[in-house]
């Protein structure tokens, strides 16, 4: 079994930055693909940003280069460093490892 867990949410004002982290721990037998997804309330959960070993990265839509994603492959972690934040990223994110790890979800509220 797979452990992921978050750390680094929380309030900030809009226009603000935060960093995400994300550890990755238990019976790991391959260094594969980690990434971020957030679920607003009331909404579906969406690709924030995810990067594969290579270091070959894809964001969704919205992320319009406020976002950079990067790795530690020795530490088996992943970062999110989230920048010019808005009120709309206000969401609870979440470190995936894929294929279908999930940490428990981390708050990030955004206020205007």
């Known amino acids: 079994q797979v452990q992921l867990v978050e750390s680094g949410g929380g309030l900030v004002q809009a226009g603000g930055s935060l960093r995400l982290s994300c550890v990755a721990s238990g019976n790991i037998f391959s260094i594969t693909t980690m990434g971020w997804y957030r679920q607003a309330l009331g909404k579906h959960r969406e690709l924030v940003a995810i990067?594969?070993?290579?270091?070959?990265?894809e964001y969704g839509d919205f992320v319009q280069g406020r976002f950079t994603i990067s790795r530690d492959l020795a530490k088996k972690a992943v970062y999110l460093e989230m920048n010019k934040l808005k009120p709309e990223d206000t969401a609870v994110y979440f470190c995936?490892?894929?294929?279908?790890?999930w940490g428990q979800g981390i708050q990030v509220t955004v206020s205007a």
């Open positions: 995936w490892r894929y294929e279908a790890d």
């Open positions: 990067m594969n070993v290579g270091g070959a990265a």
